[in-house]
């Protein structure tokens, strides 16, 4: 459960250990007694926390379950501690407009930790407090980084990834051979990000036969290791120490060094002017925000906050949308039905001699009903990135300190029974009957990007990408499982690391649909 304990150089030191436990048999002899100190708070209804470790104990290695179960017997806004830390988890769409749209400005900023700190400073825009740097961060984004017409610059290299994607798995099936498709997914995912911000693909074997580069894989990987799980630092304050005695903290800073360095080089070479003139190359995301960073009375864009968003798009969109489109191939193998009317559709519009482009995903509504209903029962953040409050407030009655940090189900409001018949059914129906209903953030009943002034300012990207990787896999093959099972049966355990993945990575056979040329 705590990230440190994942680095394995920390084990070597069993004094560390005994040490460690005789601090938490102390501090549980000398604990703090959980008080507001005055005026008692009519505090929302939740689960009596113990000691030291709050409800840490009452979540499994499904968080979001375990507060899905939680919120059917306390209500859906609930009051918990996670260690020291009040935490209110919301679990109605209802509750969490409240949050993120009535009171969203109280509740904009984010909580403390130890990871962002080291990584970002704060510089970055996921985890920057509220304020004018994030507030400068937000606009560059919206107005530069992720405008239509700036996606839709990049249109050329994520058609190119997207057909190192199907190419890649029909070289892994050929001979009637089982390929796992998620490394594949992710392989293409990170290339669609880092052509978008560095103009250069670093995973995988693109459609000529190019491997990528090992070096930024090996640094990425790291940083991905270290950012996974929690700290207990950060939400236990007596054991900052044991962070920090464990070795973890001088490790996240080694890990830091050598993703600043490798950022670094790609900065100065931008600064340096190399590739000027070339008239053919498309400005990257790295263009945009040097350019931001030399224009007068556009706020403080100092190269520490290039690379913490370059950072951030590369944590944030990496396994959410490779594992998001790996469910939607899964739900269409366990629905046979389905996956024959999506195929159906996509051959009406696009026919089997050319492949799916994004400008086909508008004239695909069952398709367009198909992702949503995967973003529904699957998303890939379940919790939301955590938000807290920056002054004491009532919401429905209940009042709430400042700096209570606020967790907003997504996966229980994606289940909630009110708004959604059968909600554990995947039902491409609902959204063919509503159509109107979209994942913006808007509406509060699809909140898979989540909602409010902090939601992730990639969402169309998001989307676009995975509607065009189910379009493409669903028109490129006939996926089949192996050994004759059946796809029905097909689990749909999930795994947690901050992100919703399959416990079992989907290993099909994909039989070609298309001429050969296409692949």
């Not at 896999?473 to 947690?496: C, K, R």
């Amino acid at each position: 459960m705590l990230a440190e304990l994942s680095n394995p150089g920390w084990w070597s030191r069993g004094r560390i250990t005994t040490v460690a436990l005789i601090a938490v048999t102390t501090l549980l002899i000398l604990r703090k007694l959980f008080s507001s100190g005055g005026k008692k708070l009519h505090l929302p209804p939740g689960p009596k926390p113990l000691p030291i470790i709050g409800n840490l104990h009452q979540l499994s290695k499904l968080p979001q379950r375990s507060c899905y179960q939680l919120a059917q017997v306390y209500g859906p806004i609930m009051f918990i501690r996670i260690g020291q830390k009040p935490c209110v988890v919301v679990s109605s769409g209802e509750a969490a407009q409240e949050f993120t749209k009535e009171q969203d400005k109280s509740w904009c900023t984010r909580p403390s930790s130890m990871a962002a700190k080291i990584f970002t400073n704060y510089r970055d825009i996921a985890w920057a407090p509220y304020g004018s740097h994030w507030r400068h961060m937000r606009k560059i984004c919206a107005m530069e980084l992720f405008s239509q017409k700036r996606i839709d610059s990049f249109r050329p290299p994520r058609t190119e990834e997207f057909d190192a994607i199907v190419r890649s798995i029909y070289l892994g099936s050929k001979d009637g051979q089982s390929v796992k498709i998620h490394p594949i997914l992710i392989h293409g995912a990170l290339n669609n990000i880092t052509r978008m911000m560095l103009t250069k693909r670093f995973f995988g074997v693109d459609a000529k036969g190019q491997e990528g580069s090992n070096r930024f894989k090996e640094v990425f990987l790291t940083l991905c290791e270290v950012q996974t799980g929690m700290i207990v630092g950060d939400f236990i304050p007596w054991l900052k120490w044991v962070t920090h005695a464990s070795g973890f903290v001088t490790y996240m800073k080694k890990v830091k060094c050598e993703v600043d360095t490798f950022l670094q080089e790609f900065l100065d070479i931008k600064k340096s002017g190399e590739n000027k003139g070339d008239e053919s190359k498309v400005e990257d995301f790295v263009d945009v925000l040097l350019a931001q960073s030399n224009e007068s009375g556009t706020g403080n864009l100092d190269d520490d906050s290039i690379k913490g968003v370059i950072q951030d798009l590369l944590l944030g969109g990496y396994d959410t949308n490779s594992n998001t489109m790996e469910w939607g191939i899964a739900e269409l193998i366990r629905h046979p039905d389905v996956m024959k009317r999506v195929q159906a559709e996509i051959d009406s519009v696009v026919g089997k001699e050319r492949t799916v482009s994004e400008t086909d995903i508008e004239n695909l509504p069952y398709t367009q009903a198909v992702v949503k209903e995967v973003f529904r029962l699957h998303p890939a953040a379940p919790l939301a990135m955590p938000h807290k409050s920056i002054e004491p407030t009532k919401v429905w009655g209940y009042d709430l300190p400042s700096d209570t940090i606020l967790l907003i189900n997504i996966y229980a409001i994606h289940r909630d029974p009110k708004v959604w018949p059968n909600p554990h059914v995947f039902d491409p129906e609902r959204f063919v009957e509503h159509p109107e209903i979209d994942v913006k953030g808007t509406q509060y009943k699809l909140i898979p990007f989540g909602a409010g002034r902090r939601k992730c300012p990639g969402y169309l990207l998001g989307n676009l990408l995975v509607q065009v990787g189910i379009a493409r896999l669903a028109h490129s093959f006939d996926f089949v499982l192996p050994h004759g099972q059946d796809p029905t049966t097909l689990d749909v355990e999930e795994t947690f690391s901050g992100t919703i993945a399959r416990a079992n990575p989907l290993n099909v056979i994909a039989k070609p649909r298309l001429p050969a040329h296409l692949y």
